[in-house]
């Protein structure tokens, strides 16, 4: 027996880029954040935040086919998102063209292990 027949696709670890693929674009004053999910991971909702030039900016989901609650073992009571997960923020800065916005966001691959906390330019 070969080393790769003692595991499945389940074992394999993903890269979190690959477990959260994050696209995102703005125009204007708009933000638009999307991410692909990979099959057994979630992200934790409360952990998804908006920067916009280091301020955080509010943010409301567009998209939230598949929200659960859990019971996480290092938070507590946790609302997670799976599969696809839209999001959009407004900006009180009317052009963002100069602007830095970043993404934060945690996630874990379910029973397993969970990613280190992740933040992203677009």
């Known amino acids: 027996m070969d080393a790769h027949s003692q595991f499945n696709d389940k074992d394999v670890i993903l890269k979190a880029e690959e477990a959260f693929a994050l696209s995102g ?3 204007e004053n708009i933000i638009k954040v999307t991410w692909q999910i990979a099959p057994n991971h979630y992200l934790y909702k ?3 935040k908006v920067f916009v030039n280091n ?3 509010e943010h409301e989901f567009i998209s939230l086919l598949n929200e659960e609650i859990i019971v996480d073992e290092f938070f507590g009571k946790s609302v997670v998102l799976k599969n696809t997960v839209a999001l959009q923020a407004i900006s009180s800065n009317d052009n963002l063209s100069n602007s830095v916005i970043k993404i934060a966001y ?3 691959a379910e ?3 969970c990613y280190p906390k992740q933040l992203k330019t677009i």
């Open 25 to 27: 674009f703005h125009s």
């Open 55 to 57: 301020s955080l900016i």
């Open 46 to 48: 409360n952990s998804i």
């Open 111 to 113: 029973g397993k292990y």
């Open 106 to 108: 945690q996630g874990c």
